[in-house]
């Protein structure tokens, strides 16, 4: 089957994001005059741009891995790193961007429009840029992390500048097999074509594309034959050539009532909002078939009645060649004028950013394992934060646990049921692995205590002022009851006593 698809996977990587550094500035008297490491630069994008100018994405079956340039790393003195340099791959408008599983990132329409399709790599923060007033000479620094790495798929849908239309059997396909290499079924049967057909025209200097349709009949817009579908395939083209067979035998029909119920088609058919529709378009008349004498009295006679309704008329034949010349450089000119006021549009500034995840969220899911259950934390901040860690700097991983700490990640730990010493997985796959207490430990806080005490190891013999308030008021309350019980005590005796009393009385 011949498809009207071009298509193209690429393996693309982007920059790296240079990693910060740690550095201390030194004077004359002050040795230690504060930190000083520079940030890292970030990594190169690799940005699409829909380019007018640029017709196949022919470029790219012959070199499909393009990679952004990495960012430098910083320095002292608090220089910075210099950002990776970003490719621009320029591609036909119109080429739909998919992912890997087949859904579409983007549908670059417009010209000039801009696709960030991988994003290059974040530089890390260098030492002078994570201090604060808490933590006044931080002795380290954060990595750049990997740029966007991964196959795109690249479709362009039609890039015909021509599309043949007529009814089954007009010859529509013979011309383009006439006009161009393409090889299309031909056959005296309607519906012949059952897929459109595409071919290059070389004209001069004009080259362009030409696609070959199913044939069409009345009622095709209501779906009888093959229906407008395949009109869909025309959607982008510049011109039309309304195919007209002048040899048919077939009762009722001749060029100008074929071409009435080809335009009633066509007028039925809704292009796409922002597109001009079909019948504003360009349109040429190829009476076809002359080589055969009844042809060619037929076309000299409806000739004029055609001109008159203000078509451009071109006798021909596929069979004799006749009129093909003529009729390919008359569409020559019209693609080649089209292209000229396409580039002369301005071109619109918009830029796409490749969609990902909120960024806020993560998830934790607890999976089984042989030793126990891990529990793996996904989200694009955490996965971030694991890149830009230097694990073997203990402050940098302190600093990673803190950040961890705040999204909640922890918090979330421990509501999922990890205890101290679970394996905890940050990322797909392998990804970082801890156990979870002795390098994230803040299980301890959340358990009993607050961070930085654990309660099996500092068991304080010293009450906190409040604990002895609070026994004391404890005492103070338990020897107000003692000598409340005391008291009931003794006034139940002295009653006990009177009573004793009264009746030694009596
Ligand atoms: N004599 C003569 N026969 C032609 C000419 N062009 C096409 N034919 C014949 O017309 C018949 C139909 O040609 P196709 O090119 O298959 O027609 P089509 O428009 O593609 O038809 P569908 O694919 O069915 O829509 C074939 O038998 C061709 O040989 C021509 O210029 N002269
Ligand atoms: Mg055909």
């Not at 990132?105 to 840029?129: C, K, Q, T, Y």
């Not at 078939?289 to 009295?297: L, T």
């Not at 679970?422 to 207490?437: K, L, N, Y």
Request: aromatic share 6%.
């Amino acid at each position: 089957m011949v498809t009207f698809v071009d298509r193209v996977t690429l393996h693309l990587s982007a920059g790296k994001g240079g990693n910060g550094c740690v550095s201390v500035k030194r004077e004359k008297f002050k040795p230690m005059a504060g930190p000083d490491g520079g940030n890292g630069g970030h990594g190169g994008d690799i940005v699409l741009v829909a380019d007018p100018q640029v017709t196949t994405l022919l470029s790219y079956h012959h070199s499909p891995h393009r990679s952004g340039g990495n960012g430098g790393f910083g320095m002292g003195d608090h220089r910075s790193g210099a950002a990776g340099e970003a490719v621009e791959l320029v591609v036909p408008v119109g080429t739909v961007v998919k992912d890997v599983s087949g859904e579409t990132l983007v549908d670059m329409v417009e010209p000039g429009m801009r696709f960030i399709v991988a994003p290059g790599g974040i530089g890390g923060l260098g030492n002078a840029s994570l201090a604060n007033q808490k933590r006044k000479a931080p002795g380290f620094a954060l990595l750049g992390t990997p740029g966007w790495e991964g196959d795109v798929l690249l479709e362009l849908k039609t890039v015909a500048d021509v599309a043949l239309v007529g009814y089954p059997s007009a010859g529509k396909s013979s011309l383009i097999a006439a006009i161009s290499a393409a090889r299309p079924k031909i056959a005296d049967y309607p519906f012949t074509t059952l897929h459109p057909n595409l071919g290059v025209v070389q004209a001069g200097d004009v080259r362009y594309t030409v696609a070959d349709v199913p044939g069409l009949i009345e009622g095709a817009s209501e779906g009888k034959g093959l229906g407008l579908e395949f009109l869909r395939h025309v959607e982008r083209c510049t011109a039309l050539v309304h195919v007209l067979d002048c040899a048919t035998l077939e009762p009722g029909r001749d060029p100008l009532s074929d071409l009435e119920v080809i335009l009633a088609e066509l007028a039925a058919y809704p292009v796409p909002e922002g597109q001009l529709p079909l019948l504003d378009r360009p349109q040429i008349v190829a009476l076809n078939k002359v080589d055969v004498p009844e042809a060619r009295d037929l076309a000299d006679l409806v000739r004029p009645e055609l001109e008159a309704r203000g078509y451009r008329v071109f006798e021909i034949s596929t069979v004799s060649h006749e009129g093909l010349r003529q009729l390919t450089y008359a569409l020559g000119d019209i693609v080649a004028a089209h292209r000229v006021a396409e580039a002369a549009k301005p071109v619109v500034d918009r830029v796409v950013i490749r969609p990902h995840g909120s960024e806020r969220e993560f998830t934790i899911r607890v999976e089984g394992g042989t030793y126990g259950d891990i529990y793996r934390v996904l989200g694009a901040k955490p996965l971030r934060w694991v890149q830009q860690t230097d694990f073997q700097n203990e402050e940098a991983v302190g600093y990673l646990a803190d950040r961890l700490d705040k999204l909640g990640v922890e918090d979330q730990l421990f509501k999922s049921g990890a205890q101290p010493g679970s394996t905890v997985v940050i990322g797909e796959g392998d990804g970082v692995i801890f156990d979870w207490q002795p390098s994230l430990g803040s299980i301890a806080e959340l358990a009993t205590a607050p961070r930085g005490t654990d309660p099996r190891v500092d068991v304080n013999p010293r009450r906190t002022t409040s604990e002895r308030r609070e026994r004391y008021y404890e005492r103070m309350d338990a020897k107000s009851e003692a000598r409340a019980e005391l008291e009931t005590e003794r006034i139940a005796a002295k009653s006990r006593q009177n009573g004793q009393d009264d009746e030694e009385q009596v």
